[in-house]
């Protein structure tokens, strides 16, 4: 497949976690990332970690899925003993997660739950495409403990979508959202791309406005993204579609946030804008804030206590090993706390919260570096004790505003 895992150190055969990363267990919100690898079709842009059914293996079905993601939630449990916190959040990603029945879904999740407990206020969330759900699929999910969905609309131009490869109506994106209120979700988000090849500005526009015209609570919106090793990649080097335009790009993100801003959805990480605090994905927050979570299914990534460790890529070396009572973890790194501090300003510089100032404060000659970021319109103005936070045209610079601090 397209994307890489790192290289890392090697994984020990059982799973086991440094007792250095267990004692920080429960100093900070703990999730669980479960990943689905399963799509009808590969879409020309994406480098995540997907299956179509042609590209599985022996051995390895969407039917059986379950009861192996099951066997990795077991080791979890073993690897993070009696000591393990209470999961705060879910995020059930992919590939296309509804391609699985609801029921599939609603046991993984009932797995969590009776491993390790879900806080009383959990937030549960699925992705799904707008054609691999129905009224009554919303409905078990709903049931299940599922809280919040995210729906990839992508766009609402026929021509976008099919640049992209999306095969669902856009039209079917309202009739959606409104059966996942009609279900009970409480929260629903959309996800956007901008910068498709042949996306004009109106296109966008008219993707904006129907994404609004959905009511929902959250919206997510990236910038295309020419992976290496994706079709998407080979067409831009054959010269068939041209590569996305940094200006172009630019002025998406300006036209978006506009758009969101004024309909009442405020920016609280660069590309995630919502209608207020509850409705924040808390789980992609605990990414961007260094938290812990165990990552189930094939590909997936866990960090706890600084020790990082991902899966074997493929469904059926996933399966085989868990068959055979070994941890699917292919490799992890331990970081050390200069590597933590990086990683932490690189992502929490992203938040609307901003950069905290004792993070500043760990950082050589980053305090220096704040008028000039103020002077160049990059970052607020700072009062003594206080976070640096992007302004818009920092956002748009965000890398650079990183650069400045961790030459």
Same mark, same amino acid.
């Not at 992890?332 to 932490?344: A, F, P, W």
């Given at each position: 497949?397209?994307?890489?895992?790192?290289?890392?150190?090697?994984?020990?055969?059982?799973?086991?976690?440094?007792?250095?990363?267990?004692?920080?267990?429960?100093?900070?919100?703990?999730?669980?990332?479960?990943?689905?690898?399963?799509?009808?079709?590969?879409?020309?842009?994406?480098?995540?970690?997907?299956?179509? #059914?042609?590209?599985?293996?022996?051995?390895?079905?969407? #039917?059986?899925?379950?009861?192996?993601?099951?066997?990795?939630?077991?080791?979890?449990?073993?690897?993070?003993?009696?000591?393990?916190?209470?999961?705060?959040?879910?995020?059930?990603?992919?590939?296309?997660?509804?391609?699985?029945?609801?029921?599939?879904?609603?046991?993984?999740?009932?797995?969590?739950?009776?491993?390790?407990?879900?806080? #009383?206020?959990?937030?549960?969330?699925?992705?799904?495409?707008?054609?691999?759900?129905?009224?009554?699929?919303?409905?078990?999910?709903?049931?299940?403990?599922?809280?919040?969905?995210?729906?990839?609309?992508?766009?609402?131009?026929?021509?976008?979508?099919?640049?992209?490869?999306?095969?669902?109506?856009?039209?079917?994106?309202?009739?959606?959202?409104?059966?996942?209120?009609?279900?009970?979700?409480?929260?629903?988000?959309?996800?956007?791309?901008?910068?498709?090849?042949?996306?004009?500005?109106?296109?966008?526009?008219?993707?904006?406005?129907?994404?609004?015209?959905?009511?929902? $609570?959250?919206?997510?919106?990236?910038?295309?993204?020419?992976?290496?090793?994706?079709?998407?990649?080979?067409?831009?080097?054959?010269?068939?579609?041209?590569?996305?335009?940094?200006?172009?790009?630019? $002025?998406?993100?300006?036209?978006?946030? =506009?758009?969101?801003?004024?309909?009442?959805?405020?920016?609280?990480?660069?590309?995630?804008?919502?209608?207020?605090?509850?409705?924040?994905?808390?789980?992609?927050?605990?990414?961007?804030?260094?938290?812990?979570?165990?990552?189930?299914?094939?590909?997936?990534?866990?960090?706890?206590?600084?020790?990082?460790?991902?899966?074997?890529?493929?469904?059926?070396?996933?399966?085989?090993?868990?068959?055979?009572?070994?941890?699917?973890?292919?490799?992890? =790194?331990?970081?050390?706390?200069?590597?933590?501090?990086?990683?932490?300003?690189?992502?929490?510089?992203?938040?609307?919260?901003?950069?905290?100032? =004792?993070?500043?404060?760990?950082?050589?000659?980053?305090?220096?570096?704040?008028?000039?970021?103020?002077?160049?319109?990059?970052? =607020?103005?700072?009062?003594?004790?206080?976070?640096?936070?992007?302004?818009?045209?920092?956002?748009?610079?965000?890398?650079?505003?990183?650069?400045?601090?961790?030459?």
């Amino acid at each position: 497949m397209p994307s890489a895992l790192p290289e890392g150190d090697p994984a020990p055969a059982d799973g086991a976690l440094p007792s250095s990363a267990l004692a920080e267990l429960g100093a900070r919100p703990f999730g669980v990332y479960l990943h689905v690898p399963f799509c009808r079709v590969r879409c020309g842009y994406c480098d995540f970690n997907t299956y179509t #059914a042609d590209e599985l293996g022996l051995g390895v079905s969407r #039917a059986s899925y379950a009861d192996q993601v099951m066997a990795e939630i077991d080791l979890a449990r073993r690897v993070l003993g009696s000591e393990a916190p209470t999961v705060a959040t879910v995020f059930v990603g992919g590939g296309t997660p509804t391609l699985l029945p609801p029921d599939h879904l609603a046991r993984m999740l009932g797995g969590v739950r009776e491993a390790f407990g879900l806080s #009383a206020d959990a937030e549960v969330t699925t992705e799904a495409n707008p054609d691999s759900v129905d009224d009554a699929s919303l409905a078990r999910l709903r049931e299940a403990g599922f809280t919040r969905i995210s729906f990839g609309m992508q766009s609402a131009v026929p021509h976008v979508l099919a640049t992209l490869d999306r095969t669902h109506d856009p039209e079917r994106v309202p009739r959606v959202v409104e059966a996942a209120r009609a279900a009970g979700f409480e929260q629903v988000s959309l996800d956007l791309i901008y910068g498709t090849p042949g996306e004009s500005g109106a296109d966008w526009a008219a993707t904006i406005a129907a994404a609004l015209a959905c009511g929902p $609570d959250h919206v997510s919106a990236y910038a295309l993204i020419v992976e290496d090793g994706t079709a998407l990649a080979r067409q831009v080097r054959r010269g068939e579609v041209p590569a996305p335009d940094d200006d172009d790009l630019a $002025d998406k993100y300006l036209q978006v946030d =506009e758009a969101l801003t004024a309909a009442g959805l405020d920016w609280y990480e660069v590309s995630n804008w919502a209608v207020d605090d509850a409705a924040r994905c808390r789980h992609n927050i605990g990414y961007w804030t260094g938290g812990d979570w165990w990552g189930l299914g094939p590909g997936a990534h866990g960090h706890v206590g600084g020790v990082r460790w991902w899966n074997v890529k493929h469904p059926v070396a996933y399966a085989d090993r868990l068959a055979g009572g070994t941890s699917p973890a292919l490799a992890r =790194e331990v970081l050390d706390d200069e590597t933590r501090l990086v990683e932490r300003v690189l992502l929490e510089s992203r938040l609307r919260t901003g950069l905290p100032a =004792e993070l500043l404060d760990r950082l050589p000659g980053a305090e220096a570096q704040v008028p000039r970021l103020v002077d160049d319109g990059l970052v =607020e103005p700072t009062t003594p004790g206080g976070p640096l936070v992007l302004t818009l045209r920092g956002r748009l610079l965000a890398d650079a505003v990183v650069r400045a601090l961790v030459p």
